[in-house]
């Protein structure tokens, strides 16, 4: 049975902040390596390094707590419902996902349900703002995903490593890298690929790919540490995703220095910025061989593609990000739109 409602105290100062008992839900189980699941972890080291009680859930059991913040409109509707339904003048914050973004909340009733009763939003990246309406984006806060920091190495020299990172499902785009390499035919371009088959299908069509093509490997799913370390010694990473909210994997790449060859979305360039020079139109394995080629032998190229890469890091700081969270924390306790 829930406790009778009650308002929170208005927020006058860090300083003054009770200790809040917060709970993040997110659909992605403990131990995924799925974004939202990576998301709502950090958030919550976050939080706790703020001083407040916080849990991480895949949905709200009605438990008593000050605050909620939910991850992905659709998938979290039904806690986001409960949460209001039970407790309608305390906060709850929504963090958009690319899913969220770009495909259900222009045609899925609870994802627009969701961004009705949010208090506040979160979109990970400003080009997000461009898919809200004007009063939505009043209660709209960006806040970058933040990285710890990974040392550079050096990339090999007898090929032209290139890194992708990201589960094997039709949001990712997952094979562009792989079938662009037919384009490079003497290339000495190597591609590997780094993440989990979301289907069989998907698993069968990596195999069948490193089967014709002996410059892809596939090595499924590998712990962070793993993965990063593939990343940091990489010439450069390539990100084919058709959506994205803001990858992770981006920020981890622009805080290492790891030269970027991005598909021309919104959730990537709101990251990388709108004059980065290393776009390709979404889904043209053409154009994407033309830009890996052009990083292999133009040493220039791929210098600049480093030097504005390492020019976005001031957006993946944990400190920026653990105060844009305090921020949002006090909004939700004042009220303010502010």
Not at 43 to 52: E, I, K, T
Request: with cysteine; proline share 6%.
């Amino acid at each position: 049975m829930h406790k009778p409602d009650s308002p929170l105290p208005a927020h006058k100062s860090s300083a003054a902040t009770k200790r809040l008992r917060i709970v993040i839900v997110t659909p992605a189980a403990p131990g995924s390596r799925q974004g939202n699941r990576n998301t709502a972890e950090r958030w919550a080291r976050h939080l706790r390094a703020l001083g407040h009680e916080t849990q991480v859930a895949l949905e709200w059991d009605g438990g008593d707590c000050d605050m909620l913040i939910a991850l992905h409109a659709r998938r979290s509707h039904a806690s986001i419902k409960a949460w209001k339904a039970a407790h309608p003048r305390r906060p709850l914050a929504l963090v958009l996902t690319g899913t969220d973004l770009y495909r259900d909340i222009r045609r899925d009733a609870k994802a627009r349900a969701s961004l009705r009763l949010a208090d506040r939003v979160v979109v990970l990246q400003p080009r997000g703002l461009d898919e809200l309406s004007a009063a939505q984006r009043e209660k709209t806060r960006v806040i970058f995903q933040s990285v710890r920091p990974v040392r550079r190495q050096a990339p090999p020299r007898r090929y032209f490593l290139v890194t992708v990172i990201g589960h094997l499902r039709e949001e990712k785009d997952p094979f562009r890298a792989a079938r662009a390499l037919a384009h490079l035919p003497q290339s000495t371009i190597r591609v590997v690929h780094l993440g989990k088959a979301m289907t069989a299908e998907m698993g069968r069509q990596a195999r069948a790919l490193m089967r014709a093509e002996p410059r892809y490997r596939w090595l499924g799913e590998l712990d962070h540490a793993g993965a990063m370390r593939w990343l940091a010694r990489s010439h450069v990473m390539v990100i084919s995703s058709r959506m994205e909210g803001g990858a992770h994997v981006v920020s981890e790449a622009i805080g290492i220095g790891v030269p970027v060859i991005a598909s021309a979305i919104p959730g990537n360039i709101g990251l990388l910025g709108e004059h980065y020079p290393g776009y390709y139109a979404l889904a043209n394995e053409t154009a994407l061989a033309a830009q890996l080629a052009r990083a292999q032998s133009d040493p220039a190229w791929l210098a600049a593609l480093g030097t504005a890469v390492k020019a976005r890091c001031h957006e993946v700081d944990p400190a920026a990000e653990r105060k844009a969270i305090a921020r949002l924390i006090a909004e939700l306790l004042s009220g303010t739109n502010g």
